[in-house]
């Protein structure tokens, strides 16, 4: 069982930025995939950013450009770097990691942005 742990979540103003971080129980290196999604109230949770194992990055449309993935393997963490935030990136943060079969989940962080 992989645990995750989510941690940087904040309010913030429009035009500023965060950096959240996911603190994994095993190496970030020996995970297939590193992901972060996010949810708003009343919407369903959507891709924000995601890193393959030695392969590419993806990034949801609303956000590239601002946002930016990347894992320390030797903290056994990996980031998702918010820059530009906009009042519609409000939303609970999940930091997920895909191991063999299996996926875990992060418990979410809050992100909150004025405008």
């Known amino acids: 069982q992989v645990e995750l742990v989510e941690s940087g979540g904040g309010f913030v103003q429009a035009g500023g930025s965060l950096k959240l971080a996911c603190d994994v129980s095993?190496?970030?290196?020996?995970?297939?995939?590193v992901a972060w999604y996010r949810q708003a109230p009343g919407k369903q949770r959507e891709l924000v950013a995601k890193?393959?194992?030695?392969?590419?990055?993806t990034y949801g449309d609303a956000v590239k450009g601002r946002f930016a993935i990347s894992a320390d393997n030797a903290k056994n963490t990996f980031y998702l770097e918010m820059n530009n935030l906009k009042p519609e990136d409000t939303a609970v943060y999940y930091c997920?990691?895909?191991?063999?079969?299996?996926?875990?989940w992060g418990r979410g962080t809050q992100v909150t942005v004025s405008a």
């Open positions: 890193k393959i194992r030695h392969g590419s990055l």
């Open positions: 997920n990691a895909g191991h063999g079969w299996f996926e875990s």
């Open positions: 095993q190496s970030v290196g020996s995970l297939n995939a």
